[in-house]
């Protein structure tokens, strides 16, 4: 059987980016400075045996306004995954949107979406292949107003990058 992750133990890089009750916009990846030394930690997993990580862009960043998408932030730090050789589950929405964007319109489930698109679409430019989880959105929460079968026909969900295009570890 083959193993799931290229690695044993997994890294991880904090890339939370939601708004504080006080409406001050928190940024993991900038604060940490990963997105600077995104090739340094890379590096450093690899070095350690490490060759498996969940790491995540920043969707405010990259959709700035509707449908209209600056991959400038995520480029360096795919990049340096894949040149690290670092397999990596990416994190399209870890608790930070567009702010424009209402988390319980209906509106959310088309955005997210369309972004989880466009990203697959960057990674398959990069030469980074795609994977789906298919029946991701099936544990919907109750009670809420989007339709969980018309999230399974978009599958948006973080996708994970099987091959960086370095042999395994």
């Known amino acids: 059987m083959e193993n799931l992750f290229r690695s044993f133990l997994l890294g991880g890089f904090e ?5 504080r009750r006080d409406g001050r916009r928190l940024d993991l990846i900038r604060a ?11 590096e450093r997993l690899r070095a350690r045996g490490i060759c498996a990580a969940r790491d995540g862009i920043r969707w405010h960043r990259i959709e700035t306004r509707p449908s209209y998408y600056d991959r400038t932030s995520a480029l360096p730090m795919l990049r340096a995954a894949r040149n ?5 589950i990416w994190d399209l929405c870890h608790y930070g949107w567009p702010d424009d964007l209402d988390l319980f319109s209906p509106a959310f489930v088309d955005r997210f979406a ?5 990203f697959a679409r960057i990674l398959e430019a990069l030469r980074l292949p795609v994977h789906r989880q298919p029946g991701a959105f099936r544990r919907w929460p109750p009670g809420n107003r989007a339709d969980p079968e018309r999230l399974d026909e978009f599958d948006p969900r973080p996708w994970a990058v099987e091959n960086c295009g370095r042999p395994a570890c």
């Not at 690290?84 to 990596?88: I, L, P």
């Not at 369309?114 to 466009?118: D, G, K, V």
Request: aromatic fraction near 12%.
């Open 15 to 19: 890339c939370s980016t939601h708004r």
């Open 32 to 42: 940490s400075r990963h997105d600077e030394f995104a090739r340094e930690d890379y």
């Open 84 to 88: 690290a050789g670092v397999q990596v």
């Open 114 to 118: 369309a972004f989880a698109r466009a």
